[in-house]
């Protein structure tokens, strides 16, 4: 069962990970900011729109680097998607955030193709780096890893 089951999702993983990859131009985005944010709330609303960013088909590659931890040791194989037609279409609506500390978060999303959920209620991590909200590495290189390439800066990277 297990093997079926990497089988069927290998393929819509490898679509994901290359939309939340891609930047296909578009703009109105911001980069990876200091935040500023002081109550439970704010924080959580801040991680919410990191991760809404970093997948969404819109926000091009140079910012997706600036709202993933360690993002420039990733910035090839964001590069590398950069071509994907899938982009336009792809979003990710979070479904919660829990603050694990000052600077960490767990974070439960849902990835969108063309309005239509493709990977439900997976589970992530958010870290604050120099006072900014960014996806956690770990939980890029999980989907990644179902895409089956992972590059080699997943290898310090666990979930």
Known sequence: MRQR???VLRPVAGAIVGIALVGCGGGGHKAATTTTASTPAAERAAVASVWTRFFAGSTPAAQKVALLENGRAFAKAIQAQASSPLAKGSSAKVNRV?????????VV????????????????IAVKVGGAWKVGAASFCVLL???????????????
């Open 5 to 7: 089951t990497t089988s």
């Open 145 to 159: 890893r179902l895409q089956g390439n992972a590059p080699k800066a997943c290898s310090g990277a666990s979930s």
């Open 98 to 106: 829990a603050l694990l500390g000052p600077a960490k978060a767990s």
């Open 109 to 124: 999303y849902t990835i969108d193709l063309g309005g239509k959920p493709a990977l439900e209620n997976q589970r992530g």
